[in-house]
């Protein structure tokens, strides 16, 4: 049974005491996670006072992006090894602004997929699509090889940990995907997981739907098969819209 994930990612906003409010903000008024897991990725330099400030709620704290290496001469990366040390349980990895703006490749992704691994840490890994790539005929299509390609060398009893993110970033702060779009990319990357492992651990992955989310396209969304929960940008940055995402199955 995979419990519904709501994940927020801040992106590069807000400041400490903004974050540090916005916790004041939800405190005491987050489902309970066996109900719905909540999270909320934060820029890096913050997450240990947010992480302090949200000890007690449900919502887990996350990072936004990590380095592959543990330790070294790499001057302002942020290292996983430091993070998990801050007790963060989920790092993103590969969002398309990483992708496209830092210009991080598939074998990229893959090292920083082993790396939050190897530090005891789950990967919420995100798999882009342009509206060019989508309406091509391409024969590998592209969702599928940007999983095989994070996935490579992670065993199967690590893959139960790993979450997919299935971001179009031709849906991402545009029009969403329709539920029916957003449910075929979430179904062609569970049947992925299923090639790639088998049908066990396809059926543990949790798959995640971003791109536009709000609370009034949010249920239609979580109610198809393949989509396990979202992840909101623009959205989640209000505490009262936040709430109501995470507390969707109480309206
Ligand atoms: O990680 C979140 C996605 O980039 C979606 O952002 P958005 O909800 O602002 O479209």
């Known amino acids: ?68 290496e543990d330790a070294g001469a790499f001057t302002g990366e942020t290292s996983p090894k430091a993070v998990a040390s801050l007790g963060v349980n989920y790092v993103l990895i590969g969002h398309s602004e990483r992708r496209n703006y830092f210009r991080e490749t598939d074998e990229m992704v893959n090292n920083k997929v082993r790396a939050v691994l190897r530090n005891g840490m789950k990967p919420i890994i995100c798999v882009d699509e342009t509206m060019g790539q989508r309406e091509s005929n391409e024969k590998v299509h592209w969702v599928v090889s940007q999983v095989i390609e994070a996935l490579k060398g992670v065993k199967a009893e690590d893959a139960a940990k790993i979450t997919i993110a299935y971001e179009p970033s031709w849906a991402i702060g545009t029009a ?13 990357i569970r049947q992925t997981i299923a090639d790639v492992y088998n049908d066990a651990c396809a059926e543990q ?25 979202v992840l909101v940008g623009d959205a989640s940055l209000d505490p009262e819209t936040f709430l109501e995402l995470v507390n969707y199955d109480a309206k």
């Open 1 to 68: 049974m995979r419990v519904p994930f709501v994940a927020a990612n801040w992106k590069m906003n807000k400041t400490l005491p903004e974050a540090l409010d916005f916790i004041e903000q939800i405190r005491g008024k987050l489902p309970a996670e066996n109900n719905v897991e909540s999270l909320i990725c934060a820029q890096s330099l913050f997450l240990s006072q947010m992480m302090t400030a949200a000890d007690a709620e449900p919502v887990k704290i996350g990072a936004e992006n990590v380095f592959w």
């Open 176 to 188: 969403a995907a329709s539920a029916q779009q957003a449910e075929d990319g979430c179904y062609l």
């Open 205 to 229: 992955v949790r798959i995640l739907y971003g791109g536009s989310v709000k609370p009034s396209n949010q249920a239609a969304l979580m109610a198809m098969p393949s989509i396990d929960g």
